[in-house]
C-alpha cells in the first residue's frame, strides 16, 4: 500500500503537526466536574438525553470506533469501501449541553489499513481536534472540548491532502447536538419541546465504473482510491443517499410518528449543498443554519444545509399516512436515492385536505 497510507507526516500539514507537538497534554482527572458515559446508538437514532437541564456542566465521555468495512449501498448490489464512525453512515448524533465539555475516545483497531482523525466544526482549536486526533491503526486517543456553542454541528475524519474529500465521502462524517441549557425556544421565550429525534445524514458517494458502464467492487479502500479520486475530481456522485444507503430510511425502515407529535430532524451533509423538502408537510421551526441562537425561522416549505454544516427542523405532524423527505434536487432524489419516509399514525382530518370527487371520465360537453 502507498506510503501515504501509513507515515503520518504525509497525511497532516505542517501546521498541525506544529500544534500536534506544541499542545499540552491534560490531565484525565484535572476538572472537578462530574462524568456521565454515552452510550451511542446508530443513526436515525439518538442516545437518550435532557432536552433542557437544571444541572451543572459535566464532562460527557463518548467513545468512536473507525470501522473499515465493505457496504452495499442499493437494490441492485453495488459495493463500496466505507470508513466510518462506529460502523454507520453517518456516524452517531452526539448530544450535550452548553457549556459541558466533550471527552471523546477515538479507536483506531489494529484491523484497520490507515490513519483517522476527527474534526469537530463545534469545537475551537487545533482545527477542530484534527491536529490532535491522528492516530494510526492500533491507537487510540482522548480528546476533550469544551461546548461554547450551541446548535447542530458536523464533525468528519480530515487527515490532511486528498485523503480528507475521500474519507468524508467515503462515509467518516457525523453530527453533534449542543443544546441550550435550559432547551429550544422559537426566539420569542417561549420554550420549545420534540417528542421525537430523528439524525439523517445525507451522502454522496463516488463508485467508479468498468469499460461497460457496471460499478467496481474492491477488497480494500486503499485498492478502492487511485479510482475513486478520479470521479470525484468530476463533481458527479454515483448516488446521494440518506443513512448510508438507498433506502435506508424507506418501506420497513420508515421514521415512525402520529399525529400530533413534534418531531425535530437533524440533517447534515459534510461535503455539498441540500435542500430537504418534507412533502406534505412544513418546517414549523427551521434553523436552517443549524445554530440554536439564531432564532429559528418558521413555515417553511424547503429549507438549505449548506455542505459541511448541519441544520434542524422541527414540524408538528397533522395527518396521518406516508410522508416523503426528500433533498429537493429532485434528480438525487428520485434517481440516485436521496429519499426517506415517514409513516404517521392517527386520525386523517377532511378540513385540512379531502377529495372532493373521486377520478371519473370527463363528461361530454353539452349541446345545448
Known amino acids: ?15 498541525a503537526t506544529a500544534l500536534m507537538l506544541a499542545a499540552p497534554a491534560f490531565a484525565a482527572n484535572d476538572l472537578n466536574l462530574p462524568r456521565q458515559k454515552v452510550e451511542l446508538v446508530a443513526p436515525p ?14 464532562i460527557m465521555e463518548f467513545t468512536l ?13 453495488t459495493t463500496f469501501q466505507a470508513m466510518t464512525f462506529n460502523g454507520s453512515m453517518p456516524g452517531p448524533l452526539m448530544v450535550v449541553h452548553e457549556g459541558d465539555y466533550v471527552e471523546v475516545t477515538l479507536v483506531n483497531p489494529a484491523t484497520n489499513s490507515m490513519p483517522h482523525n476527527i474534526d469537530f466544526h463545534s469545537a475551537t482549536g487545533a482545527l477542530g481536534g484534527a491536529a ?7 491507537e487510540q486517543v482522548v480528546l476533550r472540548w469544551k461546548a461554547t456553542r450551541t446548535g447542530v454541528f458536523v464533525y468528519h475524519c480530515a487527515p490532511g491532502g486528498p485523503m480528507i474529500p475521500w474519507h468524508v465521502v467515503s462515509g467518516m462524517n457525523g453530527a453533534v447536538m449542543v443544546l441550550p441549557r435550559d432547551g429550544l425556544s422559537d426566539g420569542k421565550g417561549h420554550a420549545l ?44 456522485p454515483s448516488h446521494v443517499v440518506f443513512n448510508g444507503k438507498v433506502g435506508a430510511l424507506t418501506g420497513k425502515n420508515a421514521l415512525t410518528a402520529n399525529v400530533g407529535e413534534n418531531v425535530l430532524i437533524v440533517h447534515s451533509q459534510a461535503n455539498r449543498d441540500s435542500r430537504p423538502h418534507l412533502i406534505g408537510g ?30 434542524a427542523a422541527m414540524y408538528k405532524f397533522l395527518q396521518p399516512g406516508i410522508y416523503a423527505y426528500v433533498t429537493h434536487n ?37 349541446t345545448n
Do not use: C
Open 65 to 77: 470506533t473507525i470501522q473499515e468495512k465493505k457496504v452495499v449501498i442499493d437494490e441492485k448490489g
Open 282 to 311: 412544513h418546517g414549523d421551526y427551521v434553523w436552517e443554519t443549524g445554530k440554536f441562537s439564531n432564532p429559528p425561522e418558521t413555515g417553511l416549505e424547503t429549507w438549505f444545509i449548506r455542505g459541511g454544516s448541519a441544520g
Open 330 to 366: 429532485l434528480i438525487e432524489a428520485a434517481d440516485l436515492g436521496a429519499t426517506a419516509h415517514f409513516k404517521v399514525e392517527g386520525k386523517w382530518n377532511d378540513d385540512l385536505m379531502t377529495q372532493v370527487k373521486a377520478p371519473a371520465e370527463i363528461p361530454a360537453a353539452s
Open 132 to 138: 490532535l486526533t491522528l492516530i494510526n491503526p492500533g
Open 193 to 236: 419541546k420534540y417528542d421525537k429525534v430523528y439524525y439523517i445524514g445525507e451522502q454522496d458517494l463516488y463508485v467508479p465504473r468498468d469499460e461497460k458502464g457496471n460499478f467496481k467492487s474492491y477488497d480494500s479502500p486503499g485498492e478502492a482510491f487511485t479510482d475513486t479520486e478520479e470521479v470525484m475530481k468530476k463533481l458527479i
Open 1 to 15: 500500500m502507498l506510503s501515504m497510507f501509513t507515515r503520518r507526516a504525509a497525511l497532516i500539514s505542517a501546521a
Open 45 to 58: 437514532f439518538v442516545h437518550a438525553h435532557e432536552q433542557a437541564t437544571k444541572q451543572g456542566p459535566k
